[in-house]
T-cell receptor, first 112, second 112 residues
């Protein structure tokens, strides 16, 4: 987890509220990723970024948006949280295309 | 993407070698085999990766069959701290980054 932090680490919110999760890196890596992890599904890619202001969708992007205005920060936003978005969210980074990904400590989100 | 098949769980005695198999029969020529592990409630941790040659680092060895349709991760002297879920992943490269698709993994239990 060195060089990657996620905030908050835990959050409980209500259905319909907006939520923003933050991933911050100090490694100056170009690529950043958001995954969610649910029992029986392993980790699934939500969105990723390949540079400042450059993002693309992953496998399970519906209901999520992302932004990257600085190299070090990648934000994941749930515009209107639903109970199906209760999950553990992991951020990952990689230096170059095809490089190994390194993961943050995760954010546990509960939507009531 | 090439998919992987792993046994859902394995046991290993402390101090013995742990051999974790993975099948990836649909792997294509430019896809790498990655291994990660996840200790309870933590972010996935990178272990090792390879293309076609066997690889070794301070954590483990990776043996890839000549036809590349399967591989084995070897932890040479398993300790209780190696108890974790181990994920075998085949990478999917495109011009925007290396996205990892995590399956269910193998839950390795190291017993004293």
């Amino acid at each position: 987890d060195a060089g990657i932090t996620q905030s908050p680490r835990h959050k409980v919110t209500e259905t319909g509220t907006p939520v923003t999760l933050r991933c911050h890196q100090t490694e100056n890596h170009r690529y950043m990723y958001w995954y969610r992890q649910d029992p029986g599904h392993g980790l699934r890619l939500i969105h990723y970024s390949y540079g400042v202001k450059d993002t693309d969708k992953g496998e399970v992007s519906d209901g999520y948006s992302v932004s990257r205005s600085k190299t070090e920060d990648f934000l994941l936003t749930l515009e209107s949280a639903t109970s199906s978005q209760t999950s553990v969210y992991f951020c990952a980074i990689s230096q170059r295309e095809g490089d190994t990904q390194y993961f943050g400590p995760g954010t546990r989100l509960t939507v009531l | 993407d090439a998919k992987t098949t792993q046994p859902p769980s394995m046991d290993c005695a402390e101090g013995r070698a742990a051999n974790l198999p993975c099948n990836h029969s649909t792997i294509s020529g430019n896809e790498y085999v990655y291994w990660y592990r996840q200790i309870h409630s933590q972010g996935p941790q990178y272990i090792i990766h390879g293309l076609k040659n066997n690889e070794t680092n301070e954590m483990a060895s990776l043996i890839i069959t000549e036809d590349r349709k399967s591989s084995t991760l070897i932890l040479p002297h398993a300790t209780l701290r190696d108890t974790a879920v181990y994920y075998c992943i085949v990478s999917r490269n495109n011009n925007a980054g290396n996205m990892l698709t995590f399956g269910g993994g193998t839950r390795l239990m190291v017993k004293p």
